[in-house]
């Protein structure tokens, strides 16, 4: 099976509103109501599932829902590879992909989690992490492993073949671009099928057919690959 390098500078920005919450209602209901009540209430909760389950995306969506309000957060990926110290004017911690996190990573995770939520003075702080497995199995320090498992812990599930497929019909009608049914066919039946990798192969071939002119087929899907 070919499979796309994933580029997600060209992905469009998560949000809870372009969330597909098929199958995760519930921690999806959970993060929209928080979001719209005061940050004073501090979250802990920790996503889990497997790849393109949806779990950076609740991340991202709840960082730019913070920032949007203003507010500042701490972000911890397992791409950073040197964070800093934790930030008394964040609103909340969100760490993502914990499962690849190195040991100066933990260390860092571990600070930011008992500054967020056991400060020496002022409020608490809300803290997101998501990973692969669940809690108790992660491959990290015993008392960021503990720590983890808190708040509440929600296994995410991925969305459906139907779901994908009308989630890039959206997507592709959004974009003004014309994705037939067999050139959709395609997508689903040769290249990964998590929904992260059907965004940026869509976002990929957008920009391919407008730099070449050409209609999305699967001839120009081909023409991609080569290019590439």
């Known amino acids: 099976?070919?499979?796309?390098?994933?580029?997600?500078?060209?992905?469009?920005?998560?949000?809870?509103?372009?969330?597909?919450?098929?199958?995760?209602?519930?921690?999806?209901e959970h993060l929209r109501l928080w979001l719209q009540g005061p940050l004073h209430e501090p979250l802990l909760?920790?996503?889990?599932?497997?790849?393109?389950?949806?779990?950076?995306?609740?991340?991202?969506?709840?960082?730019q829902a913070l920032w949007g309000r203003g507010?500042?957060?701490?972000w911890l990926g397992?791409?950073?590879l040197h964070p800093g110290s934790f930030d008394e004017r964040w609103s909340a911690v969100l760490l993502d992909d914990v499962q690849h996190y190195t040991a100066e990573q933990q260390a860092a995770a571990f600070n930011w989690f008992v500054h967020a939520q056991s400060p020496?003075?002022?409020?608490?702080?809300?803290?997101?992490?998501?990973?692969?497995?669940?809690?108790?199995?992660?491959?990290?320090r015993d008392d960021l492993r503990s720590r983890l498992g808190w708040?509440?812990?929600?296994r995410l599930?991925?969305?459906?073949e139907p779901a994908r497929r009308a989630v890039l019909r959206r997507a592709a009608d959004e974009r003004g671009i014309v994705l037939s049914d067999e050139v959709m066919d395609f997508m689903l039946h040769?290249?990964?099928?998590?929904?992260?990798s059907l965004m940026a192969l869509l976002d990929r071939l957008d920009s391919y057919a407008l730099r070449t002119q050409r209609a999305i087929t699967i001839p120009l899907v081909r023409a991609m690959l080569a290019a590439d």
């Not at 099976?1 to 921690?27: I, K, R, S, Y």
């Not at 708040?151 to 929600?154: A, M, P, Q, S, W």
């Not at 599930?157 to 459906?160: A, S």
């Not at 040769?190 to 992260?196: E, G, N, S, V, Y």
């Open 120 to 140: 020496a003075s002022g409020r608490l702080r809300a803290v997101l992490a998501c990973g692969d497995r669940p809690p108790a199995d992660l491959p990290l």
């Open 78 to 80: 397992a791409d950073v």
């Open 71 to 74: 507010e500042a957060v701490g």
């Open 190 to 196: 040769r290249f990964a099928r998590d929904l992260a």
């Open 45 to 63: 909760l920790y996503l889990w599932g497997p790849t393109g389950s949806g779990k950076t995306h609740l991340l991202c969506a709840v960082a």
């Open 151 to 154: 708040g509440h812990v929600y």
């Open 157 to 160: 599930q991925p969305l459906d």
């Open 1 to 28: 099976m070919e499979q796309l390098v994933l580029d997600l500078g060209l992905a469009p920005v998560p949000t809870l509103a372009n969330f597909v919450p098929d199958g995760n209602e519930p921690v999806w």
